[in-house]
């Protein structure tokens, strides 16, 4: 498995189905975070993913990108509650699991009227 394809299986598993039952699969027990509102490690992100979790998020990838050990997702994140944020999330890849983690969020873009017509995603 590619170290994208890696990242995809998560998304789909973890992030869209709500479902931390194979971290171990994905995720070192020493996973270093970046974003300051989540702790790092594997217990960390169980932690943060309580909270979030039950904001009902669903990803939609627009956009998806490997070089070497560095996989980054820029990504459409819909809230049950109609906020919409845009994503990109950055991973570095250690034996074939997610090992560190930066993100860069932009939120409420639902909120938000381009002053073009390029549509925000």
């Known amino acids: 498995m590619t170290n994208k ?5 998560f998304y789909d598993e973890v992030f869209n189905n709500w479902d931390i039952s194979n971290l171990d699969n994905y995720m ?10 989540a702790p790092s490690g594997k217990e960390g ?29 820029f990504f459409k994140c819909t809230l049950e509650n109609g906020a919409i944020n845009k994503v990109c999330d950055i991973y570095r890849i250690e034996d074939g699991k997610l090992a560190e983690h930066w993100d860069v ?16 995603f």
């Open 105 to 120: 969020v932009e939120h409420n873009v639902q909120d938000i009227v381009p002053v073009h017509n390029n549509g925000l």
């Open 5 to 9: 394809e890696l990242v995809l299986k």
């Open 28 to 37: 070192k027990d020493n996973y270093i975070q970046h974003n300051p509102t």
């Open 45 to 73: 992100f169980v932690e943060f993913t309580k909270f979030f979790f039950s904001l009902k998020p669903h990803m939609d990838i627009i956009h998806i990108g490997e070089d070497g050990d560095i996989v980054y997702v």
